[in-house]
């Protein structure tokens, strides 16, 4: 199955700050406080940034063998987009590190094993864990645009907005890397083993950053918290099989990230975000950039 690069892909770069929001972030930003939610939260954000350069210098790598004028202009999009999720992330981590949470010791790990990664493989292996990854991120990007409890679980208006605009975008470019690898005569077996290692690293890696955070944090020693909060964790939407399933989906063969249709629900969120009246309108720094345009 043979799907080219979608010529009606909108992949726009969005100049946008956050860090007036974020300025009074309490500890616990998670919905009721939250324990654990807040943790996973803040690994999450302390891999984006270094995870998010590594996306942009594996595409990167690949720009000039594109002959694919409509491909080339998504990934310029991809390259806008991303470059601006590590920045916003580098900020709220920054912040996060003044609440107490090792997210600056975070970044620094995953930049240092992702460099590892880029001298020791191919550069079509880190393109393919590129793709891998960013179906992972559009798994749990379409989770958070579409349910509501995913949405209110990560609790304060900044870090809820954040995330919002991240993950509309990651659905938005979602096939990008993915289409290169495929332009670029990357096979079906090296995707999917790439997909298998980098879902065990991903999943391994953030629960590691997890525990590493918890332990720092006075809260987690107080009585019966940790473990009440752990069984909220495991109720969340976060964790159920259809994530899980969604995440496999990924091995098959002739899989293709536009199997699972996105566009009706980005449509809804780009309006609900940035349209007329859009809640993120104020927070842009500029309506376009560098990337496709509107
Ligand atoms: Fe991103
Ligand atoms: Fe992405």
């Avoid at 899980?244 to 990924?250: D, E, F, K, S």
Wanted: with cysteine; aromatic share 8%; glycine share 8%.
């Amino acid at each position: 199955m043979d799907h080219g690069s979608d010529p009606d892909r909108r992949v726009t770069t969005r100049r946008i700050s956050f860090e007036a929001s974020l300025a009074a972030l309490p500890r616990h930003f998670a919905a009721d406080g939250d324990l654990v939610t807040s943790h996973v939260i803040a690994a999450l954000s302390s891999v984006f940034p270094d995870g998010e350069d590594f996306f942009v210098r594996s595409v990167r790598h690949y720009r000039d063998r594109l002959d694919d004028p409509v491909l080339s202009r998504q990934v310029a999009g991809f390259i806008g987009q991303e470059s601006m999720h590590g920045r916003e992330h580098r900020a709220l981590n920054a912040r996060l590190a003044e609440l107490g949470y090792p997210t600056l010791q975070g970044e620094r790990l995953t930049r240092w094993g992702l460099a590892l990664r880029s001298r020791l493989l191919p550069p079509i292996s880190n393109l393919a864990a590129t793709a891998a990854l960013e179906h992972v991120t559009a798994t749990l990007a379409e989770l958070l645009l579409s349910d509501p409890e995913a949405r209110r679980l990560c609790g304060h208006q900044g870090i809820t907005d954040l995330f919002l605009w991240h993950a509309l975008e990651e659905s938005e470019h979602k096939a990008v890397a993915f289409d290169v690898y495929r332009a670029v005569g990357g096979g079906e077996r090296l995707r999917i083993l790439t997909m298998r290692l980098m879902t065990l690293a991903f999943v391994v890696g953030t629960a590691l950053q997890v525990a590493a955070s918890l332990l720092l944090d006075p809260a987690t020693y107080r009585r019966g918290n940790l473990r009440a909060s752990l069984r909220r964790f495991l109720a969340s939407p976060f964790v159920q099989p259809a994530v899980r399933a969604r995440l496999r989906a990924y091995n098959r063969r002739g899989f293709h990230p536009d199997d699972v249709d996105a566009s009706a629900l980005t449509a809804r969120w780009r309006d609900e975000l940035f349209g007329d009246g859009g809640t993120l309108r104020d927070l842009l720094v500029t309506a376009s950039g560098r990337g496709e345009g509107t």
